[in-house]
């Protein structure tokens, strides 16, 4: 079996799912850590970003069930699970560069390229 066909069978909707929410977790304590570091711990924006968050959570959660109704959906639901991974993923790399830790340089690039193209595409909207 080839590696492209191994990752089709392996990456469910399930595991992005596990995987955005490993990664929102994540997102959340260097959120926090970033914000006692620099002074800035407030409840209330600690509360508006667990708000948030969970939201993106219901919302992955209710596109599950939309593509086990609708199986022609996946492929969409499917790269909307690997937009919000790749949110979190920056965000998480992003605070962990405010708090001060060495993160490869490669990565940052290739993380500011990918909100480039993002902010590009809001845009054309």
Known sequence: MD???LLKESIT??????TFTF????????GMVKAWK?????????????FASLGEVILLAL??????????AK??????????CLKELASIVENLVQIGVHVPEWLIKG???????????DKME
Not at 63 to 72: D, E, N, R, S, Y
């Open 23 to 30: 990664f929102v977790v994540f997102d959340i304590l260097t």
């Open 111 to 121: 993380l500011n390229v990918y909100r480039e193209k993002l902010n590009t595409l």
């Open 13 to 18: 909707l399930e595991v992005l799912y596990y």
């Open 38 to 50: 620099n002074g800035r711990f407030k409840s209330r924006t600690l509360r508006d970003g667990l």
């Open 3 to 5: 590696l492209v066909n």
């Open 63 to 72: 596109a599950i069930v939309i593509g086990i109704l609708i199986p022609v």
């Open 75 to 84: 492929p969409i639901i499917f790269m909307l699970f690997v937009f919000m």
